[in-house]
């Protein structure tokens, strides 16, 4: 829904709520409404994403009977209610809540724990974008929710949906030493001055912004960004003063195919922060795509049009917009947002210190640029705290801060300006509350999305692989070699990188593999991602192993890491010199998936005892196993994918676009052959039949998002003649690793569902 101009001008930049308020009841009205059929579903989905209000999956997606279940919120008509026995009538789902840069005070935490406890499962849950998420809400309570966060500066609007999502911030804003300049109140500029905008109001995908204080750490993530901003200071010559402003980087992001952030404008004064941005979202939001979602991100445009082009636009965009007094206003307040300290600075006193603490010291306390001062960081084990941990950590801030509590992307929370003489009291504090675990921003403080806990994308369980991670990593840490500690583990539950797994030195994302008649939860392993230099490179997949077998990825991995690096060798620079053929023996052995009489474990994933089956499928009488056609040709289509990263490698670019490429081919070609025998073998016919047996009839489409992998290749036959520049060779290989795993999800479909013709063939 567009705010009008003269409601959304009315409010200061400070202080959106007033009007925030009145849209809740316009909510409250809208679910009433869809409860009495009045409202059509699809229209209410979006206005409840852009409230935060998300569906969530349940059982991990399944019913008791083992049946896929579909969440639906109010059903318009009796027909709906009854329509299929998979239906979830009226399911909670979940809430997402915006924290503008991670900035909290005790009072909200304390909300957020009453809000937790009276609405949800008494935890909630702090995400990679610095927001906060309560599960298992129910719609009818969100309007109250709502009210009760917008009371203490709070707001769920637009958190989901085609909107400017969370801006987020590096946590050690203001107290970093490496920083240029405090950018959290650009931060907290940007965040309300887009929120609720009528230049946002028409996206054809969310939109994600990000500040970083300085280029060479990690905090800000910069360049996997639509829109990414690093404080920069210069000299003006004419007047002899020291000005303030910010690299600014556009079309970034991560999803099933990252793209790295283009640099749109090498030093930005900080007045036109504002006004660019918005003209950049009138440019995405008239140009961008609308009907085709799975290339509706800005990234897709800024390729589309060149980085050049893109940035002629936006400053011509911005020479028409109506000057705003909002643009600047903020600036004469800059500093109100400057912290303070509770306690005058003191020295850490070395009589205090227990072996405990130092270990915690060690790696969960940051110290200030400001002397005597520190930020200390409370892991929290994928995410999760508690109701009573909440107001715990709220009193602990009042004791020993001024109330300076962030959370950050690494999904933890950090309390700034504590004075190094407290740091003992309140490590106690927190050792007494269950939140005094060491290892903050180590190979033991793992990222995870959700995963098939609760979201319905989710494939494979990243939580439970985190979780067994994390325990097995925290056991052997003490003697763990320094440079395997400072490694950043990322797991995701599918294709999507909500938990950043491209920018990890060891990533992994959820996929599933086909045994018999059964679906081996799988993980593909990704390697060579950075995470400081503000995500500086993306890491690529370098084959899929079983999910219970992935900790012996990592011990072998890490292991081969100690024994063989040199000297300050980072881990992206070790695989990068061994090789990835070198990687893929040392994992091949992982790979290969003995029968359910073997080791049924298996067969199961992370967390859930349950065995996943596909349904009852003949079995032939050979002396050998038996194959399928299928079968051969997608490991055929694995093999040339794998190939392509080789020359990819090797920087030959043009040949790994073309292996790459050639691996789609292989993968569509082996479907269509599963349904057409005779199919002449021809590339343009393969894609002619491919596009008609299964991207039009969406039989390549509903699982897992396979049908914007159908859109990949179908593309990359369009441009199989053209040259590959580097970038777009590495996304052609990234794309042929998609449509591979997609393939293997229709061909279970087409088995699940007996719609192929031919038999399956022994050798």
């Not at 003209?279 to 445009?301: D, H, M, Q, T, Y």
């Not at 600036?331 to 912290?339: F, P, T, V, W, Y």
């Not at 995963?451 to 319905?456: A, H, I, R």
């Amino acid at each position: 829904m567009k705010a009008s101009n003269n409601l959304w001008r009315e409010q200061p930049i400070e202080s959106p709520f007033p009007e925030l308020i009145r849209e809740i009841e316009i909510y409250e009205t809208e679910i009433e409404l869809r409860k009495q059929g009045k409202l059509d579903e699809k229209l209410f989905a979006e206005t409840r994403l852009r409230r935060g209000a998300y569906g969530q999956r349940y059982d991990n997606g399944q019913r008791w009977d083992g049946k896929e279940t579909q969440t639906l919120l109010y059903p318009s008509s009796a027909t709906e209610l009854t329509k299929g026995t998979n239906t979830v009538w009226d399911a909670p789902g979940m809430q997402r809540i915006k924290v503008p840069f991670g900035g909290m005070n005790p009072e909200q935490l304390e909300v957020m724990a009453e809000l937790a406890e009276e609405y949800s499962d008494g935890i909630a849950h702090v995400t990679t974008r610095q927001d906060f998420q309560l599960h298992f809400i129910h719609v009818d309570d969100t309007p109250a929710l709502m009210r009760r966060l917008a009371a203490v500066g709070i707001t769920t609007r637009e958190a989901c949906g085609n909107s400017v999502r969370n801006v987020t911030a590096c946590p050690f804003s203001g107290v970093c030493s490496t920083e240029s300049f405090d950018v959290t109140p650009y931060a907290k500029g940007l965040a309300y001055f887009l929120l609720g905008h009528p230049d946002v109001q028409d996206f054809g995908r969310k939109f994600k912004v990000a500040f970083s204080g300085c280029k060479d750490e990690s905090c800000g993530l910069v360049n996997m960004h639509d829109m990414g901003v690093i404080a920069v200071k210069k000299i003006d010559a004419e007047r002899a003063v020291e000005k303030r402003g910010f690299e600014l980087y556009v079309g970034g992001g991560l999803g099933t195919v990252p793209h790295q952030a283009k640099l749109f404008e090498a030093f930005l004064p900080e007045e036109e922060l504002l006004p660019t941005a918005q003209a950049i979202s009138r440019v995405f939001a008239r140009l961008g795509e609308k009907k085709n979602r799975n290339r509706a991100r800005i990234k897709f445009l800024v390729a589309q049009l060149g980085i050049e082009e893109f940035k002629r636009l936006v400053l011509e965009e911005r020479a028409t917009l109506e000057p705003d007094p909002r643009w600047t206003a903020y600036l004469a307040e800059i500093h109100e947002l400057d912290e303070k300290p509770l306690h005058p600075a003191q020295p850490l006193a070395d009589t205090l210190q227990t072996a405990s603490f130092q270990h915690w010291y060690k790696t969960n306390i940051f110290r200030q640029k400001q002397e005597g001062y520190v930020t200390a960081t409370i892991t929290l084990p994928l995410g999760d705290i508690t109701a009573d941990q909440l107001r715990a950590v709220a009193d602990i801030s009042r004791r020993f801060t001024n109330g300076t509590i962030r959370t950050t992307v690494d999904q933890n929370i950090v309390l700034r300006w504590i004075s190094a003489a407290d740091l003992p009291e309140v490590y106690v504090a927190l050792e007494a509350i269950g939140l005094g675990q060491p290892g903050a921003g180590t190979i033991v403080d793992i990222t995870s999305c959700p995963g098939t806990d609760t979201c319905k994308l989710g494939i494979s369980a990243s939580r439970g692989l985190a979780g067994e991670l994390r325990q097995r990593l925290a056991e052997k840490s003490h003697a763990m070699d320094e440079a395997v500690q400072n490694l950043h583990i990322k797991v995701s539950g599918c294709f999507n990188s909500c938990g950043q797994h491209h920018v990890a030195d060891l990533g992994f994302y959820g996929v599933s593999r086909h045994s018999g008649n059964l679906t081996v939860p799988h993980f593909q392993v990704v390697l060579g991602g950075e995470w400081t230099h503000n995500a500086g490179s993306y890491g690529l997949a370098m084959g899929a192993v079983p999910a219970k077998r992935i900790p012996e990825v990592v011990e072998r991995l890490t292991g081969r890491y100690v024994s063989e690096r040199e000297k300050n060798e980072s881990f992206k620079a070790f695989i990068q010199r061994i090789g990835k053929v070198q990687v893929k023996s040392m994992l091949d052995d992982l790979t290969k998936i003995p029968s359910h009489d073997e080791d049924p474990t298996l067969y199961t994933d992370w967390g859930d005892n349950r065995e996943f089956t596909i349904g009852d499928i003949g079995v032939g009488e050979c002396a050998g196993e038996v194959v399928s056609h299928a079968e051969f040709g997608l490991a055929a289509a694995e093999r040339q994918v794998f190939e392509a990263q080789v020359f990819l490698d090797e920087h030959q670019f043009q040949q790994a676009g073309e292996t790459a490429y050639a691996s789609m081919y292989q993968a569509a070609r082996t479907l269509v052959e599963e349904q057409f025998f005779n199919v002449p073998i021809n590339p343009d016919r393969i894609a002619e039949e491919f596009r008609t047996r299964f991207y039009d009839t969406k039989l390549f489409w509903d699982e897992y998002a396979g049908g914007k992998f159908g859109h990949y290749y179908l593309r990359a036959h369009e441009k199989a003649k053209e040259p590959y520049t580097p970038e777009e060779a590495h996304r052609r290989v990234e794309e042929a690793q998609l449509v591979i795993e997609a393939a293997h999800s229709c061909y279970r479909k087409l088995l699940a569902t007996k719609s192929l013709p031919r038999q399956l063939s022994g050798i």
